[in-house]
């Protein structure tokens, strides 16, 4: 019997002899390149119901003072008021991350998790796209109050701002991120910060 697809190390040996830095596919919040400078706190996840990978995030301050190792920021959800000044990054994926029933990573309120952050070296980071993306035109967008349909989520990112209503709202953040890949909806497409 031959197998031609299949292991090929040697017999009674490893069956897995090395990990790569990256998974195999991309997944909403994997650092696109493993080799970049990317500016990350590591952060205290405030939000009630906790934080999914890939999601855009605000900072705020912490009350008391945690550690003097971290900065004394939380990770919160974007709130119906805020603006574009108040984005604060996006949730980093690792692969500490718990899952939710739907299978979607990311991190409980009081973990520490990894904010990929506008401002020093660009972090370049995989988000969800609920529809299509073209980077040689498209805006990035933050929706900060989620559409009634549920088509998007709020912290997450689309290439056209939402109309308000019953349509949701988003922000602009292009002056601190811009699309450097396409994508189709329902994939991920990358975003760096700068």
Known sequence: MAFQNGFRGTTGGAVQT??????GIAVAGQLAFASDLNY???LYIGQADGIAAGIGVKLTAVADD???QRPNLQALL???ADANTTFGGILVFDESMQSDENGVPGLAKGRIGRIAKPGRAGARIYVKCPTAVD???DTV????I?????SRAKGEFCPA???????????DVSGVARWISSAAAGEVAIVELF
């Not at 989620?146 to 549920?150: L, Q, T």
């Not at 701002?161 to 922000?171: I, Y």
């Open 18 to 23: 090395a990990y790569t830095d990256q998974p």
């Open 40 to 42: 990350c706190d590591a």
């Open 66 to 68: 945690i550690s003097f």
């Open 78 to 80: 974007p709130g119906d």
């Open 135 to 137: 980077h040689t035109a």
């Open 141 to 144: 967008n933050w929706v900060t």
């Open 146 to 150: 989620a559409p009634a349909d549920a």
């Open 161 to 171: 701002a939402l109309g308000g209503g019953a349509a949701g709202t988003s922000v």
